[in-house]
């Protein structure tokens, strides 16, 4: 079982930024074709956020097109998200994926998942 460990959340004010940093332990990120960052608010589904594939596309949500970055590092094992111009309705709890890309379907298939860090943006 791959472990991935997420870190970076925190409170910030509206309009700051956070880095957030997944790490995928004993070499796993190399098992997947495709990693990303989804998020959950109270009260709603887990939604994707951003994902990046080997060869594929950099996949972000509408809401948060030009405010966040995904981005990875194989070497490190670590994917990295980049937050800017935050806002309240960005506050949820993010979780790190990994799994597959499937090109035919433009879908993602996440196998493993972060126990999730807490973001929350006041206004």
């Known amino acids: 079982q791959v472990q991935l460990v997420e870190s970076g959340g925190g409170l910030v004010e509206a309009g700051g930024s956070l880095r957030l940093s997944c790490v995928a332990l004993s070499g796993g990120i190399f098992r997947f074709n495709a990693m990303g960052w989804y998020r959950q608010a109270p009260g709603k589904q887990r939604e994707l956020v951003a994902a990046?594939?080997?060869?594929?596309?950099?996949t972000y949500a509408d809401s948060v097109k030009g405010r966040f970055t995904i981005a990875m590092n194989r070497a490190e094992a670590t994917v990295f998200l980049q937050m800017n111009s935050l806002k309240p309705e960005d506050t949820a709890v993010y979780y790190c994926?990994?799994?597959?890309?499937?090109?035919?379907?433009?879908?993602?298939?996440?196998?493993?998942w972060g126990k999730g860090t807490l973001v929350n943006v006041s206004s």
């Open positions: 994926g990994g799994g597959t890309y499937y090109r035919d379907r433009g879908s993602y298939d996440m196998a493993a």
């Open positions: 990046i594939s080997n060869g594929g596309p950099t």
